[in-house]
């Protein structure tokens, strides 16, 4: 039986980067996959398709509509959503191919097929049992596991998604025609990444969100702008809305729903999309027969350096607490490698940015307003538009603004929250001064290369003092 010192279940972004750190710090390290291709959600079928297809219809958009005010014009624009498709493939097949390249490289093996824990027959190590597709079994010793098996969209009752007419995320990715009517079930993040493709290409979208605001999580006052903002842009909400089914009808779906006074409501479109969360998935994993603890809401529970209640037992990413983003699966992913080595790993949660990738932007990084509010934080807010700013200008992009967030009594940079183009880029540097315990005099005092955004944020932190200069 080969014997490992970590096995990884699951190579997404939480899974494939602790596989290569670990195999970097020169533990003997083998990577369980159960899908064909690696990269788990994020690379198959999460954030790089989706961004592709932003990319593509945000560049349709602008150009049947931003071009004629810089002295354009252009004959006719039309869309080969065929060619569209392929792009996305391709850009999601060179980074699969790249994470194969790279377990090479680092020498790490690729177990292909579904790991389940059992209980380990020799002391200190556990066995992962993989099924491949064939129903062969191969059984490996590993002395720590990391779950990293990651999550799968949710649903809602009275829906049953077929990809075809009702489709989760990962339907919407592939849909082979443009919707007439697309009705989107929920108003986070994904739906509106997913909704703002297809209304750019030309579907009407139509948003039933339960809560009666949208983008859960996200700074009020800046969701609110994004609100405003796509509304103009056409997509249409209805707020405080909870979907109780649909029904396929030939060609249509009709979706009922109710709104807050009990009033029951119908609206029918030729597709209906849903996007009302996701749940960690560990089905299969065997983690009752070993003894692993899920949470409440079926989470693994882990302890501060990421070990289940079984000793050799880790999980990392969406498949345990926290926020359900790449970036911090990665981070766990390498803070737990650290730990395996012998090492410390950590990772700031304080300082984990979260980006909304429609047009504009949404992004933001530590405390919203609210969070501050509701705890009893004493802090100033620094606020700045993009209007004012001459990059902003020329670049077309006058709608949105900056937050930022510190400490009244020392300064210390506490929350940052961005709506405006490019703001997902713009973010990156009070994440580091958050990590650096940066205060927005620090932040302040640095100088931004002019004509830039980044200058929003630089006044956004002078603001924090009453010293922007050009508000
Ligand atoms: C449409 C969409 C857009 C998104 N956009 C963004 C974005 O822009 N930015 C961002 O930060 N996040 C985004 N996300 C979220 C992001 O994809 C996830 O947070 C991230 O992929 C989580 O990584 P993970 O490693 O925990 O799990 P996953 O990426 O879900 O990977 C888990 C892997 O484990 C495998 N697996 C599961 N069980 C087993 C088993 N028993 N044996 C073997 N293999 C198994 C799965 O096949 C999968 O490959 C998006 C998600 C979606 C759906």
Redesign the pocket.
């Known amino acids: 039986m080969q014997r490992y010192d970590v096995v990884v279940?699951?190579?997404?972004?939480?899974?494939y980067v602790c596989a290569i750190r670990c195999a970097q710090l020169g533990l003997k390290t083998a990577c369980?996959?159960?899908?064909k291709t690696?990269?788990?959600?994020?690379l198959?079928?999460?954030?790089i398709?989706?961004?592709a297809l932003l990319e593509s219809s945000e560049r349709y958009e602008a150009t049947r509509h931003s071009l004629a005010e810089h002295g354009i014009s252009v004959a006719a624009v039309s869309i080969d959503l065929g060619k569209m498709h392929e792009r996305r493939k391709k850009i999601v097949a060179q980074l699969t191919g790249g994470v194969d390249m790279l377990f090479k490289k680092n020498k790490i093996t690729r177990l292909s097929?579904?790991?389940?824990i059992a209980k380990g027959t020799t002391a200190g190590y556990h066995q992962v049992v993989v099924t491949r597709d064939d129903g062969s079994e191969e059984t490996v010793e590993a002395a720590s596991v990391v779950i990293?098996?990651?999550?799968v969209?949710s649903n809602l009752r009275g829906l049953t998604i077929d990809n075809d007419r009702i489709v989760d995320?990962?339907g919407a990715?592939e849909l082979a025609e443009v919707p007439k009517h697309l009705v989107l079930i929920g108003a986070g993040?994904?739906g509106l990444?997913?909704g703002s493709v297809w209304s750019r290409l030309g579907a009407k979208v139509t948003v039933l969100e339960y809560l009666d605001r949208i983008l859960p999580g996200v700074d009020g006052e800046v969701a609110t702008e994004a609100h405003k903002i796509l509304a103009k842009q056409g997509l249409e909400f209805i707020l405080g809305a909870r979907v109780e089914g649909a029904e396929v009808k030939g060609e249509d779906v009709v979706v009922k729903w109710r709104s807050k006074d009990d009033q029951t409501h119908e609206v029918t479109g030729d597709r209906v999309l849903v996007c009302v969360g996701?749940r960690p998935?560990?089905?299969?994993?065997g983690l009752d027969a070993v003894g692993v603890a899920l949470d409440n809401r079926g989470r693994v529970q882990i302890d501060g350096e990421y070990q289940t209640n079984v000793a050799g037992i880790f999980a990392?990413?969406?498949?345990t607490r926290g926020a359900?983003?790449?970036?911090?699966?990665e981070d766990e992913?390498m803070a737990v490698a650290e730990i395996l080595a012998g090492g410390h790993g950590h990772v700031n949660y304080d300082a984990i940015p979260?980006?909304v990738?429609t047009h504009p932007e949404v992004a933001g990084v530590g405390k919203t307003e609210e969070e501050l509010v509701q705890a009893g934080v004493p802090f100033v807010k620094g606020r700045f538009k993009y209007a004012p700013n001459g990059r902003a200008l020329a670049l077309g992009e006058p709608d949105g603004f900056v937050k930022m967030l510190a400490h009244k009594d020392t300064d210390r940079i506490l929350g940052c929250h961005i709506i405006g183009a490019h703001a997902g880029d713009l973010i990156a540097e009070v994440s580091v001064a958050i990590e650096f315990g940066a205060s927005s005099e620090d932040l302040a005092r640095s100088c931004h290369a002019h004509p830039t955004l980044s200058e929003i944020v630089r006044e956004a932190a002078l603001d924090c003092a009453r010293r922007a200069i050009h508000k």
Do not use: Q, W
Request: charged letters at 15%.
């Open positions: 279940i699951g190579s997404g972004p939480g899974g369980v996959e159960k899908d690696l990269g788990g959600t994020c198959n079928v999460g954030c398709p989706s961004k097929g579904l790991g389940r990293a098996t990651g999550s969209p995320s990962t990715l993040v994904i990444e997913l996701r998935f560990s089905d299969g994993l990392i990413g969406d498949v359900m983003l790449a970036h911090k699966a992913g979260s980006i990738y």
